[in-house]
Each structure stands twice: as C-alpha cells, then as structure tokens.
C-alpha cells in the first residue's frame, strides 16, 4: 500500500487532545474566502433560494474551531499592551480591518462566529471576512473588504492561542488585498481528483496575486466570474474551492452544494448600495454621453435597457498588471478541470468548463462609487486615477477606515497620502503592509489608459454619472 504523506496541517492531530483545536487551525485559515456553511445535507432536489442562501450566510458555522473563546479575549497581550481595553471590540476591528455584524453575531465581528468544538465553544471564520465591507458607518455584506490585514489577524490569533507554525505563504502582501487564487491552488494540491487527502502535488505556489475582492452585487449580470472572467458565472462548485480543509472529508464536502446553491443565489440577489450625497444631474447627463461614447463598449450600460457585454480585455490591450492572469499554474488549472469541481453540469447538461485566461473582465460598474479602490489589485485609489493614469500615485498609504472623513467624493475613492519611499524594515510589518507599493510585484498600477485623453472637465462630468449607477 502506498504511504500517504500527510500535510503538516494535520500533523497536530498526533498530539494531546488539547492540541486538537490547533489541527484545524492552518488548514482553516486557508478557507478564508469561502465558507462552509452546510444545509444538513440534504440530497433531494431543488431550486435555489436566496432566503435560504441568506440564513445559511449568517446563522450558520460549518466549519471547526479555529481559536478558543479565551484566545479572542486575550489577543490584546499580543498587541503589547498591559491591560484589556475598554474599547476592545471596536480596538479589534481596528486592527484587523473587520466591521461590526448588522445581524445577531454575540458581539463579534462580521467575518467571524462563535461554533462548538471538541474542547467547547470556540471562533471559526465565514466568508464574510473578505466579502463584507462599510461605508460611512453602515456595514454592507457583499461589499468586498477593502480594509482587512488578515496576515496579522492569523498571525496575532495563531500567537495569543501559542501556536507558533507559521503559515506556507503570505495570505496578504498588501492590506485590502489577498492571496485568495493560491489559497485554492494550495489546497487542491492535497486532494484527489475526488476530492480525497493525498500526498501533495507539486503545483508551485506565487504568492503575488495581490486579489481586491470585488462586489457580490455584480456577479448577477455576469456570464463568467472572477476577475479573469475564467469561471461561468452560474457555477456553485467554483465557489466552494475553499472547503477543502483537510479536516474536511469528501463526502461532506459535496454534501455541501445544496446550501451553496442557496448562497449563490443569494448573492445574485444583492443590490448595491445608492450614492448617499448630492448629484449634479445636468452634469451627470453630460457624462452619461461621455460614457456611452467612450466606456459602454466594455462595461455595458445602465438603466432599463441596459445591457452587459461580459468582455474580458486581453492582458496586451488592457495593459494592467499581469500576475493575476499569469500566476495559475497551468497543472492546477488541468487538474482542477478533472476533479469533481470541474464536472459540474448546468440544468441542460452541459459542462460550465474552465475558460482560459487571457485578461482581465471589465466589470459591471453598478455602485463603483461604493468599491474602491481600483483594479483587481487594489492599486488605484480612486476612479478619478482609473480615468487618469498618469496622476496614480507610485507609493501611497490610507486609514483602512470607511468614515464619511476617510472618503473622497470628489474623486470618487479613499483619501491616501503619498510617500517619497516604502518604509523599512525596521517598521513593523503590520505597519509595512498599510502602504501600497506599486513596483512590487503583483502590485503595479499601469494601464487601462482609456481615460488619459480625456479633459478634467470630461473626467469630473464621467465621475458625475458614476455616482448615479
């Protein structure tokens, strides 16, 4: 019989039952942007329901206990302070760039929830870590999280618990970005094709993805999903990727798709948010023709006969960082397709296969008021630089705080300040990983240059009707 190496997340699992916890811990954080939120395995047939999908998004924990309940709580010994604050809820989303729960959550932030372990109550995370942000005050789910560090919530939680393995590969090079495309290529390298633990493949991890999550609300009008446009939008299994903890079986892992069916649906069903100041409407019509003109082509039009012509622009026209396009291998892509994730069938039989991935997809930009910053790495600030290419700033750094103050209405985007160099070493990284440094790889800010022969008075009457959509 073949000897099946097991992963070093399992590892912990051969030792005392207080280690128990910990086995899950690693495998766990790489299933950040997805989670695992079961129905009760229901096997019969049905349509999906978004009610169904909603309850299961925010009732639910599927997934094993990350952390103990005392761990949250004492988290701010690792902060370097002496005494717990008064203010520790808020001081902890601060911190890691999470947002407070607009639905019953017992105090915690959206992103994390209360579960039952082996050893008690504990935390474990849901997908709205990633996939729920804040404007002004107000938490919206669906909005990608552009403030979260979720290398220093790991890291810092991992440390207050005294776990001291470290993670394979940076789960953030940047805060308000993730390495969410290798997060999957990682655990499906310890799988089968039907889904069953196995000696890991030898897919090569690159770690400099630099992903900012995009808007829930859109994918409704997609045809293809992700930011390659590599995936049909109608696919289930695609967002199920991360699941595949290794503590997780196979079994419950398909067990799982009913439910997911019911999230997706949910997601179809959200509506952005309304741009909450005042418009100029004259000047928004000016740029609605502006628009029509010079951007509808590829992002479609808006209003009662709008319509959405799903282009994906290929990496030589759109000149935009190429990382993302580049950086699946090719054996991950292959061995994906022949796995239970790539046998998916649409309602007529039909095959929702792997597209290859060329570019990037000019998104719907229902609510781009609200989703800044820019580009699918986050490397624009505002939708002013989008249509000004040459203004961008080359190193920059912002609050990570969604208040009425920390926004830009004028140009449409988070207010930052730019800096001369990135900081050293001798910063912490924590510190290192608020600026945006765009010569580092993953992370450059050229490209979709389609607004740069425009004039200022054009750029600010396109802004205007980009507040309308």
């Known amino acids: 019989m073949q000897k099946v190496e097991r992963p070093p997340l399992l590892l912990h699992l051969a030792g005392r039952g207080d280690r128990i916890c910990r086995a899950g811990i690693l495998g766990l954080a790489l299933t950040l942007l997805v989670s695992s939120l079961a129905a009760g395995g229901e096997e019969q047939k049905r349509l999906p329901d978004p009610q169904r999908g909603r309850e299961a998004l925010l009732t639910r924990a599927y997934l094993p206990v990350a952390w103990s309940e005392q761990t949250y709580h004492s988290v701010w010994?690792?902060?370097?302070?002496?005494?717990?604050?008064?203010?520790?809820?808020?001081?902890?989303?601060?911190?890691?760039?999470?947002?407070?729960?607009?639905?019953?959550?017992?105090?915690?932030?959206?992103?994390?929830?209360?579960?039952?372990?082996?050893?008690?109550?504990?935390?474990?995370?849901?997908?709205?870590?990633?996939?729920?942000?804040?404007?002004?005050?107000?938490?919206?789910?669906?909005?990608?999280n552009a403030s979260l560090d979720m290398q220093a919530l790991f890291e810092e939680m991992f440390a207050a618990q005294g776990v001291k393995q470290a993670a394979p590969f940076p789960f953030t090079q940047v805060r308000g970005t993730t390495e969410g495309a290798m997060m999957s290529v990682y655990l499906l390298r310890l799988r089968d094709e039907e889904l069953r633990l196995v000696a890991p493949h030898k897919f090569p991890i690159t770690p400099n993805l630099c992903e900012d999550?995009?808007?829930?609300?859109?994918?409704?009008?997609?045809?293809?999903m992700y930011h390659t446009g590599s995936t049909d939008a109608r696919s289930v299994r695609s967002i199920m990727q991360f699941v595949l903890n290794p503590l997780n079986g196979p079994d419950y892992i398909k067990s799982l798709e009913p439910?997911?069916?019911?999230?997706?649906?949910?997601?179809?069903?959200?509506?952005?948010p309304k741009y909450p100041f005042a418009i100029d409407r004259n000047l928004a019509e000016k740029g609605r023709r502006l628009f029509e003109k010079h951007c509808a082509s590829c992002?479609?039009?808006?209003?009662?006969?709008?319509?959405?012509?799903?282009?994906?622009?290929?990496?030589?026209?759109?000149?935009?960082?190429?990382?993302?396009?580049?950086?699946?291998?090719?054996?991950?892509?292959?061995?994906?397709?022949?796995?239970?994730?790539?046998?998916?069938?649409?309602?007529?039989g039909q095959p929702l296969t792997l597209r290859e991935e060329i570019g990037y997809q000019a998104p719907p930009l229902?609510?781009?008021?609200?989703?800044?910053p820019y580009l699918h790495n986050g490397s624009v600030p505002t939708v002013y630089h989008v249509l000004n290419s040459?203004?961008?700033p080359k190193i920059f750094v912002r609050s990570y705080r969604t208040g009425v103050e920390d926004y830009d209405p004028v140009r449409l985007g988070w207010k930052f300040q730019e800096l001369d160099r990135p900081p050293g070493p001798e910063v912490p990284a924590i510190e290192r990983r608020k600026v945006y440094d765009t010569s580092q790889?993953?992370?450059?800010?050229?490209?979709?240059?389609?607004?740069?022969?425009?004039?200022?008075?054009?750029?600010?009457?396109?802004?205007?009707?980009?507040?309308?959509l």
């Open 77 to 144: 010994k690792v902060w370097g302070l002496s005494e717990k604050p008064a203010d520790f809820e808020e001081r902890f989303r601060d911190r890691y760039g999470l947002h407070p729960a607009p639905y019953p959550n017992d105090g915690l932030p959206m992103g994390l929830r209360y579960t039952r372990g082996l050893l008690g109550r504990g935390i474990t995370v849901d997908c709205l870590l990633c996939h729920a942000g804040s404007l002004f005050g107000q938490s919206i789910i669906g909005l990608g």
């Open 213 to 224: 999550a995009p808007a829930w609300w859109l994918l409704k009008k997609k045809r293809t």
């Open 259 to 272: 439910t997911f069916a019911d999230i997706h649906a949910f997601i179809r069903s959200l509506e952005p």
């Open 299 to 348: 992002h479609g039009t808006y209003g009662p006969n709008g319509s959405y012509p799903n282009r994906v622009i290929p990496l030589k026209e759109i000149g935009t960082d190429p990382w993302r396009v580049q950086g699946i291998p090719r054996e991950a892509k292959e061995f994906y397709a022949r796995s239970w994730f790539g046998q998916e069938r649409d309602a007529q």
């Open 366 to 372: 229902d609510g781009i008021w609200a989703t800044a």
């Open 390 to 392: 040459k203004s961008r």
């Open 441 to 468: 790889p993953g992370r450059s800010n050229a490209g979709h240059t389609y607004g740069d022969h425009l004039s200022e008075s054009d750029r600010f009457a396109l802004l205007e009707y980009l507040k309308t």
